[in-house]
């Protein structure tokens, strides 16, 4: 690394050092000698969970994380208005992982269990969009989100198309190694 890219990566980390504190202390020195971040799902679950829903509501109520199988497991309380209380359960598995100088994408296969909590009436309303085609695909078109697309099965992030990419210092590049027994594995080279 030279000494503008280390200089330009320090100053990434200070910029968004409280947003990294939660990570760090549950990163262990020896992953990160070896290029390895380890992410306990339990750094999304507690640590961050605040960010996160002022992030998303008034829209979500809760939610929750899990590392299983090579897939991310995510289990929502959504509060969509006018259709009232959802509970959603989402299985997304990585299909494609680049994060590198040319692109900041992530993609993955999902499925879905989408359920309403309301009364008849908004039980019924929320058939009617499943109709349609997934959920999420739905929601997503409807949020207009210029860093998301999905289809009927697949969920693309393009993560530069969000202000943060330009904080990403170029020369961070990012694999994916698992999703296991509650831990994310990335491997990381600067």
Same mark, same amino acid.
């Given at each position: 690394?030279?000494?503008?890219?280390?200089?330009?990566?320090?100053?990434?980390?200070?910029?968004?050092?409280?947003?990294?504190?939660?990570?760090?202390?549950?990163?262990?020195?020896?992953?990160?000698?070896?290029?390895?971040?380890?992410?306990?799902?339990?750094? #999304?679950?507690?640590? #961050?969970?605040?960010?996160?829903?002022?992030?998303?509501?008034?829209?979500?109520?809760?939610?929750?994380?899990?590392?299983?199988?090579?897939?991310?497991?995510?289990?929502?309380?959504?509060?969509?208005?006018?259709?009232?209380?959802?509970?959603?359960?989402?299985?997304?598995?990585?299909?494609?992982?680049?994060?590198?100088?040319?692109?900041?994408?992530?993609?993955?296969?999902?499925?879905?269990?989408?359920?309403?909590?309301?009364?008849?009436?908004?039980?019924?309303?929320?058939?009617?969009?499943?109709?349609?085609?997934?959920?999420?695909?739905?929601?997503?078109?409807?949020?207009?989100?210029?860093?998301?697309?999905?289809?009927?099965?697949?969920?693309?992030?393009?993560?530069?198309?969000?202000? #943060?990419?330009?904080?990403?210092?170029?020369?961070?590049? #990012?694999?994916?190694?698992?999703?296991?027994?509650?831990?994310?594995?990335?491997?990381?080279?600067?």
């Amino acid at each position: 690394m030279t000494d503008a890219g280390l200089k330009k990566f320090l100053a990434f980390l200070l910029k968004n050092k409280e947003m990294l504190s939660s990570l760090l202390e549950n990163l262990k020195p020896e992953d990160i000698e070896r290029g390895i971040l380890a992410i306990p799902e339990s750094v #999304i679950n507690r640590d #961050i969970k605040m960010l996160v829903m002022d992030k998303a509501s008034p829209y979500l109520n809760d939610y929750q994380l899990s590392f299983h199988q090579n897939s991310v497991f995510v289990d929502l309380n959504i509060n969509a208005k006018q259709l009232g209380r959802i509970k959603a359960v989402y299985m997304l598995t990585f299909s494609q992982f680049d994060f590198n100088e040319n692109a900041h994408r992530i993609r993955f296969t999902y499925k879905e269990d989408v359920k309403s909590e309301g009364n008849f009436m908004q039980n019924m309303a929320v058939k009617a969009v499943g109709l349609k085609g997934s959920y999420l695909q739905a929601a997503s078109e409807m949020a207009k989100l210029n860093f998301l697309a999905t289809s009927k099965d697949n969920i693309t992030i393009n993560i530069d198309a969000l202000n #943060i990419a330009k904080k990403i210092p170029s020369s961070l590049k #990012i694999d994916f190694i698992s999703s296991e027994d509650g831990i994310l594995k990335l491997r990381f080279n600067i």
